[in-house]
């Protein structure tokens, strides 16, 4: 980013953060198929499956949503990215988490992110995230279904927050001859039903009227959106570049974390 020189008549002896500095930064997207980045100096997506490699086989350090090997997830992790961030300066990585990974996903998550020694690690939902890519306006009831490699979440936003979510352990790599996209759109169908049955508000049936928005690597197969919009009887909006809206969404928050007064200490 080019300085840009404060105006002569102005004087700001009590600023702690001039408005020129920022941080290098990472929008991250940690899936247990493929691992998507975003670093601010290079402007790509770096697109990539998740496995730690070299030297230790064919280790899937996240299965179906769960970091289960810290280590060679941040061996994968400086692999990766530590040769394409800047030597010197602070680092800030937005970090996109599944909904429901809970405490143990972020904390091991953060652990594995050490190895790039970030100097402020922010996280959001990856439905959170979905919904910044597309634009979607927060200020009404969302529900947005990320259908991945492995695990599928359907989730409530309101006002930008989760209020509801929902998954299943069932992904785009489990379908074969015995498991048929239906069922994909059967279980996104139960978890929504349910999800407005249980709601004792009209907010996640005002949500499904307005139309789910659908994300990752299933959003891509139209078998699946037509099976769920057959079911659900509501129109169904892929986003666009559905399996990488995630870390776009990621990305477009860390543009704006950068330069806030928050990550410049």
Known sequence: MTPTALPRSVTAPNRTWPLYRSCSGIALDLGSARTRAWVSVRGTILDVPTVALPGDGDVHPIQRGTIVDTPAAARMLDRLLRHRLPRFGRRLIVLTTPVLGGVAFRTEARSALETLRPNTVLTVPSARAVA????ADLARPLLVVDIGAHVTEAVLLTYGSVTDARRTLLGTSDLDSRTPATQIADAVTEMVTLMVEQDRTPQTFDA?????????????????THGLATRLRHRVRPVPAPHTAAVRGAATLLDSARVHPSTAA
């Open 132 to 135: 910044t890519a597309a634009g």
């Open 208 to 224: 499904l009227q307005r139309g789910v928005l659908l994300a990752g690597g299933g959003a891509l197969r139209a078998d699946i």
